[in-house]
């Protein structure tokens, strides 16, 4: 998977270089370029701002410093990745579309993503306009109802949840399909060893007798329980989708918990 990511912050996407995004790299399953936006501004102050037209409190980033962005970031990428591959252009921002589990897994099925950090109130509308009217497909990404500085944390979020569901990235592939949201409820509790734990406060805490009693189809009852459970107490919304999926959610697989 080829990744280009937009941004007056380099710096802040170093910890792709880390942990599993890192090794991805290394391991030549994901090619990922970072690349600076000031570098596609051509005055001295290498300019990527102005104030909003109509006024209005703070700044908002100027058209054409993107246009260039995009039309060398997407020019390398089609000379690279050949003939008929095609980048999704995603913005995260608080107005776009809600970005769940469903989203990591379809837009980790893409060859090519190009992720795009908005910073200050936000980028100049004409640019959205501007790459759908190339033929770009252009994606606007919420994380969720609150605001950040820029897209660059969120960029963050979004490459750990695309890139860990690409073939051969995370070792354990097993681990993929039983996780917090795969089925659409939330994941059951978890325990390791030791059965019996004392608490630095001296509280002795037993794990569930259930997981020590070898019996798998009891087990497996047990943790569909939870999960329903711990659902319906923290994400009762979550629960209320499942009985009625929205249109554009994924499908029922039938075999949930
Ligand atoms: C994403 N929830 C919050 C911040 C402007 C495109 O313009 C801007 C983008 C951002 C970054 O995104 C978020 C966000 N999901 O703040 C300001």
Redesign the pocket.
Known sequence: MRLDVLTIFPDYLAPLDLSLIGRARRDGLLDLRVHDLRDFTHDRHRTVDDTPLGGGAGMV?KPEPWAEAFASVVAAGRAELGGDAEPLVV????A?AP?AQATAQAWSERPWLVL????????DERVYEHLADAGLEVA????????????E??VLAITEAVVRLVPGVVGNAASLVEESHSDGLLEYPLYTRPATWTDPAGAVREAPAILLSGDHGKIAAWRAERSRERTAERRPDLLARREAPAAGDAPDTGHGR
């Open positions: 980033m913005f995260p921002n608080p776009g970005f795009a950090c908005g910073r200050y109130e936000g980028i606007l990404a919420s994380l969720g109802d609150y605001v950040l500085n820029g897209g944390v969120a």
